[in-house]
């Protein structure tokens, strides 16, 4: 089982190129990332940092863009934690556009739990594994 996202991109997400701006690409996955906390995990994400004081910062990025993303696209961002450590674990991104199946970016991210209060890395909690496991793969 994965997570999927839709993502448009908008006019001010665009380069000079008329391609969208890299960095906005790597803003999509995160709004991917924080739609799964929400809607497959169940906790909204600005909850989990407000609330249980636990964030997962990204510490690791591999992407390959496969082909340019423009203005009007929408973005479908799948999920899949092929990977599982103590406190780390690996988010695969895959996107595409609209119908296509074929990804257009591929983003592999290493994120690590930490205490907000203390930036120091800490065991992914029990609830939170049995959830990222529905989502392995990759």
């Given amino acids: 089982m994965s997570y999927t996202a839709a993502v448009k991109v908008r006019f001010g997400d ?3 190129a008329g391609i969208a701006y890299y960095p906005n690409l ?9 739609e799964f906390f929400e809607e497959f995990v169940g906790i909204p994400y600005p909850r989990l940092l407000d609330e ?3 964030g997962f910062p990204t510490v ?6 496969l082909s340019p993303v423009k203005y009007g696209d929408t973005l479908r961002i799948g ?3 092929p990977r599982m450590g103590r406190s780390s674990a690996e988010f695969l991104f895959s996107a595409a556009r609209g119908s296509e199946t074929s990804p257009c970016i591929r983003s592999r991210q290493t994120v690590v739990a930490v205490d907000l209060g203390t930036l120091r890395p800490v065991p992914i909690p029990e609830s ?5 496991a529905r989502c392995a793969g990759g």
């Fill in 14 to 16: 665009i380069d000079r």
């Fill in 26 to 34: 790597f803003h999509y996955f995160h709004i991917a990332f924080e």
């Fill in 52 to 54: 249980q004081r636990l």
């Fill in 60 to 65: 690791r990025v591999e992407t390959d863009f």
């Fill in 79 to 81: 999920i899949t934690i």
């Fill in 128 to 132: 939170l594994r049995r959830i990222f």
